[in-house]
């Protein structure tokens, strides 16, 4: 099994920047891929990002060229580099983990940005 707790959200201005992380603890060898999604309010739950054990990423259109998805293999750490943001990128934050027999998410974190 594995434990996901997300971090990093909070208030920030129009064309600002934050960087969530995703740490993992427990059964974390198993993981195959790791994804970042969000859930703004009034909106069904979107993927923003994933990334797999080998690096490959993926982004949604509306955060292409502005967010980032990294890992940190010895800390066992998922981030997400947000840049330029927009007030519709107001959402909590949830960091998924698949691996080959369920998923586990985080209890998410608030990204509020103000225009």
């Known amino acids: 099994q594995v434990e996901l707790v997300e971090s990093g959200g909070g208030l920030v201005q129009s064309g600002g920047s934050l960087t969530l992380s995703c740490a993992a603890s427990?059964?974390?060898?198993?993981?195959?891929?790791v994804a970042w999604y969000r859930r703004a309010p009034g909106k069904q739950r979107e993927l923003v990002s994933s990334?797999?054990?080998?690096?490959?990423?993926t982004y949604a259109d509306s955060v292409k060229g502005r967010f980032t998805i990294s890992k940190d293999n010895a800390m066992a750490t998922w981030y997400l580099q947000m840049n330029s943001l927009k007030p519709e990128d107001t959402a909590a934050y949830y960091c998924k983990a698949e691996t080959d027999w369920d998923d586990s998410w985080g209890k998410g974190t608030l990204v509020n940005v103000s225009s």
């Open positions: 990334i797999t054990i080998g690096g490959s990423t």
């Open positions: 427990g059964n974390i060898f198993i993981i195959n891929v």
